[in-house]
């Protein structure tokens, strides 16, 4: 023992083992520091159970990032049909302008996307058939004269022939030729006059006044409408009558069609509502009721062409138009969540229920069919519970 010290070591031993000892215990202060750091805070403060339960006391900085809400019950539509829609002209109420005889375009009245009434003029023509039907006219009008003076002749012939049969002047079959040429006279004039309505009917339809040569035929809307079509200009001859010159559709309704897959198509019948919406009017819904149901299935998209009737009388629906086109068969009153509220675990779909304060237990659920932002569930949680909404991956087990 140094007599100084009363240590068995020197002096400068000493200073070596304090020197050694207090590296020693700094070196375990720095060990134990970086491992406080490097453990999470967090952790430290949950208490997750065996059944999932995550249970956090009241300062834990998770409970910020997360948030709470009531479930909610709605009525949710089941067996529903959705499928993508489009807006028809109703063809019911389309018709074609045509020409009602070969000539020349004289003047368009109208405009592609015109409003016209019916009996509107849409175009003029001058054609070498008009005056001809205005010659059948006047040549059936002679036609009746002539068959009324022999009907007139013919009359008297057989009131002559029968003063002279009453005296013995003529045998009876002087009478008898007569009386035959006396009903020949009178189909003649019958037959006449048949020929003359024919002509005058004609001349009717072609919007022309009798005895009148030169005039032009005047092709009227047949009903009033839009002008979806025109495909003629003034001057343009035009020998097909039976080729279209105009569209003219009325879109005061308009159907909207959709191709229903063959599975789903027993839930609609004839007259049932149809709510369609379209990416032209977003958040607003149109009513419609059935009105066709394809006979055949498609048999390469195995779909069934459904069509609806849609009121247009404020002319916002315009054909071509796309949509979705939704039927509900049957509804039933489930608890809804927001979307976000339900989160994947293991391949199952869970929600997160707050049993108290700053405890959330896990419960699997099982949903249906989303509508808009919300999830029904089918089961698994009631109405009225409390469950995270937002924040719930905060939750799940690492």
Known sequence: MHPRFGSPFPPRHFLFLC??????????CGSQSSTIHA?????????????????????SPKLRDI????????????????????????????????????????????RLGDSVERGQTVLTLE??????????????QAGLTQAQANLNKAQSDCDRADDLYKHGAVASKEVLTAQNALEQAKAGV??????????ARRLGILGLKTGEF??????????????????????????????????IADLSTVWVASDVPEN?????????RIDVTLGAYPGETFHARATRIADMVDPLTRTIKVRAEL???????????????????TTRVLPVVPFGAVVQEGGKSMVWVEEAPGCFRPVQVKTGDRIDSMLPLLSGIKAGQRVVVDGAMLLRSQ
């Open 311 to 329: 009121d247009n009388s404020r002319g916002r629906l315009r054909p071509e138009m796309y949509g979705i086109f939704r039927h509900t068969e």
């Open 214 to 247: 030169g005039q032009q035929v005047v092709v009227a809307a047949p009903i009033s409408g839009k002008v979806l079509d025109l495909s003629v200009s003034p001057g343009e001859y035009r020998s097909d009558p039976n080729a279209p010159l105009a569209t």
């Open 19 to 28: 020197l050694a000892g207090g590296c020693a215990a700094l070196a375990g």
């Open 39 to 59: 453990a999470s805070p967090h952790a430290a403060l949950e208490d997750r159970l065996a059944d999932g339960t995550v249970e956090m006391p009241p300062d």
């Open 190 to 199: 019958v037959q006449a006059k048949a020929a003359l309505e024919q002509a």
């Open 67 to 110: 948030r709470v809400e009531l479930v909610k019950s709605a009525e949710v539509p089941l067996d529903e049909v959705v499928s993508p829609g489009r807006i028809e002209v109703n063809p019911n109420r389309v018709s074609k302008v045509m020409l009602p005889l070969a000539g020349r375009v004289s003047s368009v009245m109208v």
């Open 127 to 140: 054609s070498p058939d008009a005056d001809a039907a205005q010659s059948t006219y006047l040549q059936a």
């Open 264 to 272: 789903v198509i027993r839930f609609i019948q004839i007259g049932e």
